[in-house]
Nanobody, 130 residues
Framework: QLQLVESGGGLVQPGGSLRLSCAAS????????IGWFRQAPGKEREGVSC????????NYADSVKGRFTISRDNAKNTVYLQMNSLKPEDTAVYYC???????????????????????WGQGTQVTVSS
């Protein structure tokens, strides 16, 4: 079965850390850029971070810059999102998605093409609360 599976969510106090994982099953992530998105209750899904297929290029939403770090280990077919200094407003369901990387398309433009993502995970809940 071809799928992405997120893990690592949970309940954490403000200022705490979590590391999310996005693991691919049934296909290789080598050719895919991976985007992390989140959706809070009553809000639209928003982009959090994105990483190119090689891992050489990354981008972040302004709201998470300096606190979140995206990385990938293609040997493990997994992408990670390290989240530090978490705030209550980071509370959301976090999703990862895979989109074929294209050298001719800037990563910032590529990662927002939601209709072109080939795979999505089921989401993992992150709750930041004291």
């Amino acid at each position: 079965q071809l799928q992405l599976v997120e893990s690592g969510g949970g309940l954490v106090q403000p200022g705490g850390s979590l590391r999310l994982s996005c693991a691919a099953s049934g296909f290789t992530l080598d050719y895919y850029a991976i985007g992390w998105f989140r959706q809070a209750p009553g809000k639209e899904r928003e982009g959090v971070s994105c990483i190119s297929s090689s891992g050489g290029t990354t981008n972040y939403a302004d709201s998470v810059k300096g606190r979140f770090t995206i990385s990938r280990d293609n040997a493990k077919n997994t992408v990670y999102l390290q989240m530090n200094s978490l705030k209550p407003e980071d509370t959301a369901v976090y999703y990862c998605g895979a989109i074929i990387d294209r050298a001719e398309t800037d990563l910032d433009r590529l990662c927002v093409l939601l209709e072109e993502y080939d795979y999505w995970g089921q989401g993992t809940q992150v709750t930041v609360s004291s």
